[in-house]
């Protein structure tokens, strides 16, 4: 599978269509010799999308350059059309999670929301605080010094000051480290809510399976290129190259597997009492022959499971190619 | 100039531990004043509170020390801990941050170093003739001067304090010390310029070593460029690159 995008990204919008949420061309950044991130592009609307990618591939390079924090060596940022570098009035339509955890220890959570609402000139800074931290469920401990915070509470508090000006536009690297399971179900509920009123989200994070359970889209970043953009299961269907791996339960097993090896999609099969594991190069196939093939068996088929489609799986293969 | 930010710099840099300590170091030209005063014979008061208390103590020590800590504190603190995300992250104007911070950092350095030298200088002369005064508006100028220069400082380099260390001691300390045509670029020998040229004493009392008209005209001069330097370098300021 070669990398794409989610959409080709130079054109320059058309009058009275207003251009895409975030939008890189060609975008690349190196530092001296090495590069950081390799001829990238894509575009993205609203929704959320996760970042992924080894330490060391880029996807933090990337978030910064969105960001308007780090200025690409070749290619253009663009969010709504304009340039992200050097652009601060961009940060209206904008909020940011940055992964460090520093907050300003001498502010209580209150006060740190609070004057990132004075800072986005917010006409009521009080109530748009109050808001915000409601919405992180932060309340209990808004009073309190920041700098007292546990490593979750902090997480929260740089996002409710992220979004107190109710962004259209959110990234957060790392969001969810050091909260626990239950911060991180109320926030990813937070950030759906977000996305279905339209906002885009970019998130990075080295949790595949936070990834798997919020983002919609995945961008793959390896070695700074994006080696695949879009839903993380068309992506793994796509990979023509290898194998696909189903499990097959149904109430004749054995025979399923002799009716399935002579076809010529099916590259291999194992069988044991309570399952079928079959691998076929051509998905898009075996998901039609398949139920073929049980009907002129006769075979009832009880559970068809991609058995290699976590993001993990389809992470690992994009990584070693 | 943003309040949200003069605030938040007013809270940053006069941390009770900081404050205490340079409170504390801005009373020693008050303390040895006292001991001039206690213990000092035959001494012409001018002379001694001009050359020894100004010009040897205060000019050259508490000054460039108060400014280089607030200074460097005001936005450099920020760079090092993460935090100036969260200010340049949102719609305001470089040249807004370094401004509102640069107002704070120079107010707090100015009223330090004043109290001190209205303090030590009424001590060790009694408050009579023009020197106390002079010197009081020549310190709080270059006090401005000196916080224009280690703010731009803390945002060209992440080593901003060893950088004003070596500034103010190595070279304005030694080098301009020595070769006296280097004399236009130690913002201490304009503060002293300065100061001779308001208080227009005895030369046999107090001499500076750079005309004050030109002091003054390169402290203006340094001071622009720094906060041009300043603004310029923030609005290409990287992430990751003074940290």
Redesign the interface.
């Known amino acids: 599978m070669t990398a794409e995008t989610v959409a080709p990204a130079n054109r320059p919008p058309l009058p009275g269509v207003e251009a895409p949420a975030v939008e890189l061309t060609n975008v690349s950044r190196w530092y001296g010799n090495i590069v950081a991130v390799n001829d990238i592009s894509f575009s993205l609307g609203a929704g959320i999308t996760g970042l992924l990618g080894p330490n060391g591939a880029g996807k933090s390079t990337l978030l910064?350059m969105l960001?308007?924090?780090?200025?690409p060596s070749a290619g253009e940022v663009r969010m709504f059309g304009e340039p992200t570098w050097?652009n601060?009035?961009?940060?209206?339509r904008?909020?940011?999670v940055?992964e460090?955890e520093?907050?300003?220890p001498?502010?209580s959570g209150f006060e740190?929301v609070r004057?990132?609402a004075?800072?986005?000139?917010l006409p009521d800074p009080d109530a748009a605080a109050r808001r915000a931290i409601a919405r992180v469920e932060l309340e209990g401990a808004q009073d309190r010094a920041s700098g007292g915070y546990s490593k979750g509470m902090k997480q929260r508090v740089k996002v409710a000051?992220a979004i107190v000006h109710e962004p259209e536009i959110l990234l957060l690297d790392e969001p969810f480290n050091g909260a626990d399971p239950r911060q991180r179900l109320q926030m990813m509920d937070m950030l759906r809510g977000m996305a279905r009123d339209g906002c885009t989200i970019v998130f990075s994070s080295h949790i595949l399976e936070e990834v798997e359970r919020l983002a919609e889209n995945v961008l793959v970043v390896v070695t700074g290129r994006l080696a695949a953009s879009g839903d993380f299961r068309q992506i793994r269907r796509l990979m023509t190259d290898r194998p696909h791996t189903f499990t097959l339960r149904s109430n004749d097993n054995r025979r399923l597997a002799a009716a399935l090896v002579s076809r010529p999609i099916v590259s291999g099969i194992e069988v044991d009492n309570e399952r079928i594991s079959v691998r076929t190069s051509d998905f898009a196939s075996f998901a039609q022959e398949l139920p073929r093939a049980a009907r002129e068996e006769a075979i009832t088929l009880f559970e068809v499971t991609p058995a290699d489609e976590s993001l993990e799986s389809v992470f690992s293969y994009l990584v070693k190619r | 100039m943003?309040?949200?930010?003069m605030e938040?710099t007013v809270?940053?840099i006069l941390?009770a531990k900081r404050t205490l300590l340079l409170v504390a170091f801005a009373l020693i030209p008050v303390l040895v004043a006292i001991l001039f005063r206690t213990t000092g014979r035959d001494t012409k008061l001018d002379e001694w509170t001009a050359n020894t208390l100004y010009a040897g103590l205060i000019a050259t020590t508490l000054l460039p020390l108060v400014a280089l800590v607030f200074g460097t504190a005001a936005l450099g603190s920020e760079f090092e801990?993460?935090?100036a995300?969260?200010?340049?992250?949102?719609?305001?104007?470089?040249w807004t941050i370094v401004v509102s911070k640069l107002t704070v950092a120079a107010t707090a350095t100015v009223a330090l170093v004043l109290f001190s030298s209205i303090l030590s200088g009424i001590v060790a002369s009694g408050g009579a003739g023009s020197i106390v005064s002079g010197f009081s508006i020549a310190l709080a100028a270059g006090a401005v001067v000196y916080c224009c220069l280690f703010v731009c400082l803390s945002i060209v380099t992440s080593r901003a304090l060893i950088a004003g260390l070596i500034y103010v001691f190595l070279w304005e300390g030694v080098i301009t010390s020595l070769f006296s045509g280097l004399q236009v670029f130690s913002v201490r020998q304009y503060v002293l310029g300065l100061a001779d040229r308001i208080i227009s004493t005895n030369p046999a009392t107090f001499s500076a070593r750079l005309n004050g008209i030109e002091g003054g005209i390169l402290m203006v001069a340094v001071a622009a460029v720094a906060v041009i330097i300043a603004v310029r370098r923030l609005?290409?300021?990287?992430?990751?690159e003074s940290s």
């Open positions: 910064h960001a308007g924090f780090l200025a050097k601060p009035d961009l940060y209206r904008m909020g940011l940055p460090r520093a907050v300003y001498f502010l740190f004057l990132s004075r800072l986005h000139h000051a | 943003n309040r949200a930010i938040l809270r940053q941390g801990d993460g935090t995300v969260y200010i340049l992250a949102r719609p305001i104007p470089r609005k290409v300021w990287e992430i990751g």
